[in-house]
């Protein structure tokens, strides 16, 4: 019988007790979305990742970017770069914000970030990859993990990163089952997640195609990863980190959670933003896409978050 008070795998010394974790996705796994995810049973908070050019600056992005509450524990701070002087500069500020994990994203395929040598990029330099965990890992007290992807379709590299990652002291490998050039498309090689497994003696999470329960033990069984990580299938499906298909979801979990992700988004942006930014998360909540286009756009118009919750109480309704 599975032991839910026993830790699933440890990340060098920090304890996890689940084994499905969301996705750190820009523009989605924000503070109120992913602290929501976490209490429906991610095991882990990773938080959309930041530019280590701006937490060494004044913006107050990284701030935002970083929020966390203490019940989320564990959290992962996520980073990019392409200078490892700056990543450990911009990684020891951070450090004194007490995260439990700092991680280094070397997966984004977003054309302006893996060009520069960041994301995605950063596995075309497998040296700068060595000496950046090197740095990192002799200086942080915090464990340094990494998310890679399978690499380029001219370099294929990621047995390699993964081996460079392990043996330079990083606690844990995140792999999406795809390439730069494939973003998002076709379909997860699970095969390369599963040698990546075979290759090294730390903890790896797989992503990539898990969208319903089947697939996270599939996923499981396929490439015995420690931890299966969910992106988009999470965005429509929050409850699928409580054990729910998306048809399974009572009527009334799908409303307390309308409620509750609206109410964090007004008390996180403010009435205007927290109300706007909510929106898309509500097209997916609600199935949307099964009513008409007049009815989508009169659900998405701007509008104070107390009329736009009665709004949505009353499509709640019409679906019950």
């Given at each position: 019988?599975?032991?839910?008070?026993?830790?699933?795998?440890?990340?060098?010394?920090?304890?996890?007790?689940?084994?499905?974790?969301?996705?750190p996705?820009?523009?989605?796994?924000?503070w109120?979305?992913?602290?929501?995810?976490?209490?429906?049973?991610?095991?882990m908070?990773?938080?959309?990742?930041?530019?280590?050019?701006?937490?060494?600056?004044r913006?107050?992005?990284?701030?935002?970017r970083l929020y966390?509450?203490?019940?989320e524990r564990?959290?992962?701070f996520?980073?990019?770069?392409d200078d490892p002087?700056?990543?450990?500069?911009?990684a020891?500020?951070v450090?004194?914000?007490?995260?439990?994990?700092?991680?280094?994203?070397?997966?984004c395929p977003?054309?302006?970030?893996?060009d520069?040598?960041?994301?995605?990029?950063m596995?075309?330099?497998?040296?700068?990859?060595?000496?950046?965990?090197?740095?990192?890992?002799?200086?942080?007290?915090?464990p340094?993990?990494?998310?890679?992807?399978?690499?380029?379709?001219?370099?294929?590299?990621?047995?390699?990163?993964?081996?460079i990652?392990?043996?330079?002291?990083?606690?844990?490998i995140?792999i999406?089952?795809?390439?730069?050039?494939?973003?998002?498309s076709?379909?997860?090689?699970?095969?390369a997640?599963?040698?990546?497994?075979?290759?090294?003696?730390i903890p790896v999470?797989?992503?990539?195609?898990?969208?319903?329960?089947?697939?996270?033990?599939?996923?499981?069984?396929?490439?015995?990863?420690?931890?299966?990580?969910?992106g988009?299938?999470a965005?429509a499906?929050?409850?699928?980190?409580?054990?729910y298909d998306?048809?399974?979801?009572?009527?009334?979990?799908?409303?307390?959670?309308?409620?509750e992700?609206?109410?964090?988004s007004?008390?996180f942006?403010?009435?205007?933003?927290?109300?706007?930014?909510f929106?898309?998360?509500?097209v997916?909540?609600?199935?949307?896409?099964?009513l008409?286009r007049?009815?989508?756009?009169?659900?998405?118009?701007e509008?104070p978050?107390?009329?736009?919750?009665?709004?949505?109480?009353q499509v709640?309704?019409?679906m019950?």
């Open positions: 019988m599975d032991d839910k008070t026993l830790p699933k795998f440890y990340v060098r010394d920090v304890p996890v007790y689940g084994d499905t974790v969301l996705a996705m820009d523009g989605y796994s924000d109120p979305f992913r602290s929501l995810c976490r209490r429906l049973g991610s095991a908070s990773y938080t959309e990742f930041v530019k280590v050019e701006k937490i060494l600056s913006s107050k992005e990284p701030a935002k966390f509450e203490e019940v564990p959290v992962t996520q980073l990019y770069g002087d700056l990543i450990l500069k911009a020891l500020k450090q004194e914000l007490n995260p439990d994990i700092i991680d280094i994203n070397m997966g977003a054309k302006t970030i893996a520069r040598g960041a994301g995605v990029g596995m075309l330099t497998p040296l700068k990859v060595a000496r950046t965990f090197r740095k990192l890992v002799r200086a942080l007290r915090v340094v993990t990494g998310k890679i992807r399978l690499g380029w379709e001219r370099c294929k590299n990621y047995k390699l990163i993964a081996r990652v392990e043996e330079e002291g990083g606690s844990l995140a999406h089952g795809r390439t730069k050039e494939q973003r998002y076709g379909h997860a090689d699970w095969d997640i599963a040698e990546v497994k075979s290759l090294v003696g999470i797989g992503s990539g195609d898990v969208r319903t329960l089947a697939d996270i033990q599939r996923m499981k069984q396929h490439t015995r990863c420690d931890a299966v990580m969910i988009r299938g965005i499906n929050p409850w699928i980190f409580a054990g998306r048809e399974q979801v009572p009527q009334q979990m799908v409303h307390e959670t309308i409620r992700h609206l109410q964090k007004v008390q942006y403010g009435e205007e933003d927290g109300q706007r930014l929106r898309k998360y509500a997916q909540y609600l199935l949307l896409r099964t008409d007049d009815a989508r756009k009169e659900i998405l118009k509008r978050s107390g009329e736009f919750l009665e709004l949505l109480n709640y309704a019409v019950t």
